[in-house]
């Protein structure tokens, strides 16, 4: 049986007391450090960009660059849909549901073909920029705010790559796997307190 580290053991153990993020719950943001730091703050954002990385790292080519490129693309679509006020119902719930599935995807080794992955990323990015999205009217500088996001959520996908990597080795193949397993559960946590 496999020990995990510190770190990674400290990782799963906040995943599994996750609450619902705070990042979600409106205010005013400012520029590009609001921005860069508006994914950091929510832990259902940060649970599923890695989780998007970790899936991409797992498939490996050409996926390990196609999903983390799909996702804020859709994002940016969805962002589109909250500036401009266009409702889609449960944004929270869809949210919480992108951590669980794409979590399970890497706990469960799932390997579908690359566009049914590109289509399950790519549709919960849409709740993801719809919640942004939402808030961006309320920004001292939208433009900057924007920019500050996408770096701070490409960012997140190359930590999950960087780590989804460790699949090359049976014990990283497991730390992996185990990884997505907490995000999934992290996800039921969000799932419990989005409704």
């Given at each position: 049986?496999?020990?995990?580290?510190?770190?990674?053991?400290?990782?799963?153990?906040?995943?599994?007391?996750?609450?619902?993020?705070?990042?979600?719950?409106?205010?005013?943001?400012?520029?590009?450090?609001?921005?860069?730091?508006?994914?950091?703050?929510?832990?259902?954002?940060?649970?599923?960009?890695?989780?998007?990385?970790?899936?991409?790292?797992?498939?490996?080519?050409?996926?390990?660059?196609?999903?983390?490129?799909?996702?804020?693309?859709?994002?940016?679509?969805?962002?589109?849909?909250?500036?401009?006020?266009?409702?889609?119902?449960?944004?929270?719930?869809?949210?919480?549901?992108?951590?669980?599935?794409?979590?399970?995807?890497?706990?469960?080794?799932?390997?579908?073909?690359?566009?049914?992955?590109?289509?399950?990323?790519?549709?919960?990015?849409?709740?993801?920029?719809h919640a942004h999205g939402t808030e961006l009217p309320a920004s001292a500088n939208p433009l900057a705010f924007s920019l500050g996001f996408v770096i701070s959520t490409g960012l997140l996908h190359i930590s999950g790559i960087a780590f989804g990597l460790l699949v090359r080795?049976?014990?990283?193949?497991?730390?992996?796997?185990?990884?997505?397993?907490?995000?999934?559960?992290?996800?039921?946590?969000?799932?419990?307190?989005?409704?």
């Open positions: 049986m496999m020990k995990l580290s510190r770190p990674a053991t400290l990782f799963l153990v906040l995943m599994l007391y996750a609450t619902a993020a705070s990042a979600h719950q409106g205010g005013t943001a400012g520029g590009f450090f609001s921005g860069f730091m508006h994914p950091v703050l929510g832990w259902d954002h940060v649970v599923a960009m890695v989780a998007v990385g970790l899936w991409g790292a797992f498939l490996g080519s050409p996926a390990i660059w196609v999903l983390p490129v799909v996702f804020p693309m859709v994002m940016a679509f969805g962002g589109a849909l909250g500036v401009l006020g266009v409702p889609i119902p449960s944004v929270e719930i869809g949210i919480a549901l992108s951590a669980i599935v794409l979590g399970a995807m890497v706990a469960l080794a799932a390997r579908p073909p690359i566009w049914i992955a590109a289509v399950i990323v790519g549709a919960f990015a849409v709740f993801h920029g080795w049976p014990a990283g193949r497991v730390a992996v796997r185990a990884v997505g397993a907490g995000i999934a559960m992290a996800g039921v946590g969000f799932l419990a307190g989005a409704v």
